[in-house]
C-alpha cells in the first residue's frame, strides 16, 4: 500500500509514522528545507505538545467543532500522545495547567525523534518539495477516488491514500500558505472562513500603551460578543505597545474572532472588554479595604495612598480613570467617588478593534469543514482515499498543548482509517 502525506509538520509526521509502523509505503512530502518548522518554534521552542487530562478535559478546551474529536480524542489521548514520545527516548515532564513538555525544554527533541524514527521506518521523506495537484479519477459509481498527486516540477507519485496535512495560515514565516484550502477545494471541499486565532488583540484606548511591559496575574478578562454570549476567564494578561497579549488574551480571540470581523465589516468601533483587576474581592471587600487604607492616611493625597493597591506603571493610568484629583486629600472622598473607583478596579474598560494578523497568531481559525469528513476516519466524504488531518480543519482550541494534541489524534484516525480501507 503506497500512501502520500502532504505536510511535515506535527500531522504529517505523526500520520507518516503510523503508517509506516503499520508496514505501508510512505512518502512524506514537505515544501521547506527541514521537517516541523512550525513544531519548533512551539511554545516559544519549549513545545507544549499535549496537555495531560482526561478527554473530557481535551474536548472542553476544543473552541470548534468539539464532538467532531470525539473519535480521534478516544482513540489517541494525551496518555497515549506522551508514551509515544517517551517510547521514542523523549523525556517528557507536566507543568502547571497540566501541560506537557519534552523534559528538555527543546522542541528539536520532539523533532528529531519523530524524524529519526520515519528514517528508520523507511519512509521516503522529500524537502524542499511543493505539491500542486491532487489526482483524482471518477470511478464507474460515479464516485470521485484519488489516483495521487503531481508535484510542481512536473512529476506525478501515484497513491492509493493522500493524507493533507498542510497546516493553516498561522505564521507564514514557516512556510505556511494554506496550500491544503486549495487541494480541498479543488477536490470539491467546502472551506470554512479562516481567520487568525491564539492571536494578541488590539485596543482602541492611548493608555493601554502607556503599560506596555506590564503583566497582570490572576485577573479576569470579560469579553461580551454576539448574542448573550460572554468571554469570561481567569488568568494572566500582558499589556503591549499595540493592546493585550498573554494567555487570556490568546484565549479570547479564539472566541471573538468571529464577531470582532462582523464588528469590523459594519463599521463598528470594536468589542468592549472589562477587567477585574481584584477577582479574588467582592466590591464590599474592596470597600472594607479602601475604608481601612484611608483611615490609615487620612491626610494623605489619594495620589499616595494607590501605589499599595497596583504595579507602578498601572497607578497612573487608574488615578486618570478614577476622575479623583490625585492632590484630592483621602478624607474628603465621598462615598460615591469610592463606589466608582471600586467600579473600576472590578471593571476596568477597553476596546478591542482587531488581532495582530497571521503573522503573530498561534494557529488558524477556520479551514476544510467537517461536513465533508468522516470523523472516525478522517477520509474525505466527497473523494475516496483523500484524509485531513490537523489544522488543515476546521478544529481548534485553546493554548495548553490541545492544538498538538488535535494534529497527533487526527493523524492517528487518519492512519487507522487508511489501514482498514486496505484490509
Not at 11 to 30: I, K, P, T
Request: hydrophobic letters at 35%; proline letters at 4%; a neutral charge.
Amino acid at each position: 500500500m503506497k500512501c502520500v502525506i502532504i505536510g511535515g509538520g506535527a500531522a504529517g509526521m505523526a500520520a507518516a509514522l503510523f503508517l509506516a509502523e503499520a508496514g505501508a509505503e510512505v512518502f512524506l512530502l514537505e515544501q521547506n528545507e527541514k521537517l516541523g518548522k512550525k513544531l519548533f518554534i512551539t511554545g516559544k521552542g519549549r513545545c507544549n505538545f499535549t496537555n495531560a487530562c482526561d478527554v473530557d478535559g481535551l474536548l472542553s478546551h476544543i473552541v470548534t467543532n468539539p464532538r467532531f474529536l470525539y473519535s480521534s480524542f478516544y482513540g489517541w489521548d494525551s496518555n497515549h500522545t506522551i508514551d509515544l514520545f517517551e517510547k521514542l527516548g523523549v523525556k517528557t515532564k507536566v507543568e502547571r495547567g497540566n501541560r506537557a513538555f519534552p523534559a528538555s525544554d527543546h522542541s528539536s527533541d520532539i523533532i528529531r525523534a519523530l524524524e529519526k524514527r520515519l528514517r528508520e521506518k523507511g519512509v521516503s521523506i522529500s524537502l524542499r518539495t511543493k505539491v500542486s495537484e491532487i489526482l483524482a479519477d471518477t470511478d464507474t459509481d460515479g464516485k470521485k477516488k484519488i489516483k495521487g498527486v503531481l508535484l510542481s516540477d512536473g512529476t506525478g507519485i501515484p497513491a492509493d491514500a493522500v493524507v493533507v496535512a498542510t497546516g493553516g495560515l498561522s505564521y507564514p514565516s514557516t512556510g505556511a500558505t494554506g496550500d491544503g484550502y486549495h487541494f480541498a477545494e479543488e477536490t470539491g471541499h467546502r472551506i470554512d472562513s479562516c481567520r487568525p486565532a491564539l492571536v494578541p488583540l488590539v485596543t482602541q484606548e492611548d493608555y493601554i500603551p502607556k503599560m506596555q511591559g506590564l503583566s497582570l496575574r490572576n485577573v479576569t478578562l470579560r469579553i461580551p460578543y454576539g448574542k448573550k454570549k460572554e468571554f469570561k476567564e481567569f488568568g494572566e494578561l500582558l499589556f503591549t505597545h499595540f493592546g493585550i497579549s498573554g494567555p487570556l488574551a490568546l484565549s479570547a480571540s479564539s472566541y471573538i474572532g468571529s464577531a470582532l470581523e462582523e464588528n469590523q465589516k459594519s463599521g463598528g468601533n470594536g468589542l468592549s472588554a472589562f477587567l477585574d483587576l481584584k477577582p479574588a474581592l467582592t466590591e464590599k471587600q474592596l470597600d472594607d479595604r479602601l475604608l481601612r487604607e484611608f483611615g490609615e492616611a487620612k491626610n494623605k493625597e489619594f495620589k499616595n495612598v494607590i501605589p499599595g493597591l497596583f504595579p507602578a506603571s498601572l497607578r497612573p493610568v487608574m488615578l486618570e480613570l478614577s476622575g479623583i484629583p490625585g492632590e484630592k486629600p483621602v478624607r474628603e472622598i465621598t462615598k460615591e467617588e469610592r463606589k466608582n473607583f471600586i467600579s473600576l478596579i472590578k471593571s476596568f474598560p477597553f476596546t478591542i478593534t482587531g488581532t495582530r494578523g497571521y503573522k503573530e497568531a498561534i494557529i488558524t481559525q477556520g479551514g476544510v469543514s467537517v461536513k465533508d469528513v468522516n470523523p472516525s476516519t478522517m477520509e474525505s466524504r466527497r473523494v475516496g482515499g483523500l484524509y485531513f488531518a490537523g489544522e488543515v480543519l476546521d478544529l481548534d482550541g485553546v493554548t495548553g498543548g490541545y492544538n498538538l494534541q488535535i494534529a497527533w489524534a487526527t493523524a492517528h484516525t487518519a492512519a487507522e482509517g487508511i489501514l482498514k480501507n486496505q484490509e
